[in-house]
């Protein structure tokens, strides 16, 4: 599969314990937030901790194609010149969003209640994840969708030119499709209000209280109800991005299941709507310890330390607690085909429109390595084996940096490692991910197949 120019084959192997400290790159649903809301406010914003990704770029360059002035300082400090909100101008050129649906998503309902048109693509992968989950809703705000089959990019959004506010229930758990459906309602006279079922990753809600929006939120007998009073004067930030639990996760799993490991990740966030993987690992059994645990910025943050742990076992993983580690998935079946007896996760059938569908991606790539998986539309067993995994083959990564990462990850810990036919998505989430690892002690190459 091709998108991302020559793909990277890499390959990983087991060397000895990854010992020492794992600064991983800033959060990636924040970063691309603070862009996007910076640009939506009146006056300068200053992002520091930034993740400089791929994805995040895309939406620094759709937000200077929209009008706003976006630069990188010396020091690593971002600034954002908003144009306020309903002041975006029309791009003249095609917003192309590289791998990432958060950008696309997010930025669509942002210009959705904007009389401006706009043309939104995106690589092999994003091109074909749905975005009629987004333009339904936008819809009927007025704003029109002209885009391909089942609502997906290339499309046009043409912004509602008098938008009335909605009271919207997402069919799916969905942070994007949330986002998405607030963004468009800031410009738009009145109240909109999102109902989610089940409460998904809140930074949208807490980002933009923070740049002085009302946002309200009660839980009801319907799930979490989000109310957004229009038209507000967004005033600009000072963010610190906290470091991305989502990327964490690669070295804590991989020190959980490569022998002898001991490792500490600093100053990850604990926000409950993100920390689920955490809590799953515990009950499984994993030394994984919370040290310094302390409040930054209204959030709960702790510096995440993770030890070897043989005597991992299988569990249930709660249904109710997949929106938490939803991006985790891939990561957590690694350590459970390391673990005695079957991990069983269920209620997951978002996990099939993500960067790839996720569960036939590794479910494919883990059996090769030997492992017995069984799977169904919206669930999945992995059978542990018991720290025995053989390993020696190329797994696809289908365009999606998590695949690629966990993948790499297995490969620590098999008896014949592991290759991956392509390693540049990584790039999108965690560009540091390589150096980090090896910092660890593990031995990741790049291979010329
Ligand atoms: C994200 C929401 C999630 C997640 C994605 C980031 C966000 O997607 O998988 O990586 O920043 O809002 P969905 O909204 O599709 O669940």
Redesign the pocket.
């Known amino acids: 599969m091709s998108g991302h120019g020559t793909p990277i084959p890499m390959s990983s192997r087991c060397v000895g314990p990854l010992k020492g400290q794992a600064d991983v790159p800033g959060d990636?649903?924040?970063s691309?937030?603070s862009i996007l809301f910076g640009a939506m406010a009146v006056g300068e914003t200053t992002v520091t901790g930034l993740l400089e990704g791929d994805d995040v770029l895309d939406t620094a360059k759709a937000m200077r194609a929209f009008g706003a002035d976006v630069a990188r300082g010396d020091d690593g400090v971002w600034s954002i010149h908003g144009v306020g909100v309903g002041g975006f101008a029309e791009p003249d050129q095609v917003i192309d969003c590289g791998n990432s649906?958060?950008g696309v998503?997010?930025i669509m309902g942002a210009m959705a209640t904007t009389p401006i048109a706009a043309t939104f693509t995106g690589d092999a992968s994003l091109n074909k994840r749905p975005m009629g989950?987004v333009t339904d809703p936008l819809a009927l705000f007025g704003a029109q969708a002209y885009g391909r089959s089942q609502g997906r990019l290339p499309l046009t959004i043409v912004g509602a030119k008098a938008p009335v506010p909605v009271v919207y229930r997402t069919p799916?758990?969905?942070?994007?499709?949330?986002?998405a459906v607030m963004l468009a309602g800031l410009n738009c006279p009145g109240q909109t209000v999102v109902i989610e079922a089940e409460a998904?990753?809140d930074?949208?809600e807490r980002m933009l209280q923070g740049f002085g929006a009302d946002v309200m939120v009660e839980d009801t007998p319907e799930g979490r109800a989000i109310t957004l009073t229009g038209e507000p004067e967004l005033k600009p930030q000072t963010i610190i991005v906290p470091r991305d639990p989502?990327s964490a996760a690669f070295p804590v799993c991989a020190a959980l299941i490569v022998e002898g490991s001991d490792v500490l990740v600093p100053n990850i966030g604990l926000n409950p709507t993100r920390a689920g993987l955490f809590y799953t690992l515990q009950d499984m059994g994993a030394d994984l310890t919370f040290e310094n645990m302390r409040e930054e910025g209204g959030e709960p943050v702790a510096d995440l330390r993770a030890r070897y742990s043989p005597n991992l076992k299988g569990i249930d993983v709660p249904p109710e607690r997949a929106?938490s580690m939803?991006?985790e998935y891939p990561i957590l079946s690694v350590v459970a085909a390391n673990a005695e007896g079957i991990t069983k996760m269920h209620g997951v059938k978002?996990l099939r429109?993500?960067?790839s569908d996720r569960i036939d991606a590794m479910a494919v790539g883990l059996r090769a390595a030997g492992v017995t998986v069984d799977e169904g539309e919206d669930w999945w067993h992995v059978h542990g084996t018991g720290g025995a995994v053989t390993g020696g083959c190329v797994a696809e990564s289908h365009l999606d940096h998590r695949i690629a990462m966990s993948f790499l990850i297995l490969g620590m810990a098999a008896k014949n490692g592991m290759a991956v036919d392509d390693g540049s998505p990584i790039a999108t989430?965690f560009p540091i991910f390589e150096g980090l690892m090896g910092a660890l002690g593990a031995h990741i190459t790049r291979d010329n197949r």
């Open positions: 990636k649903s924040i691309h937030r649906g958060t998503r997010l989950r799916m758990p969905s942070a994007q499709v949330k986002s998904t990753r930074h949208t989502s929106a939803i991006d978002e429109v993500k960067e989430s």
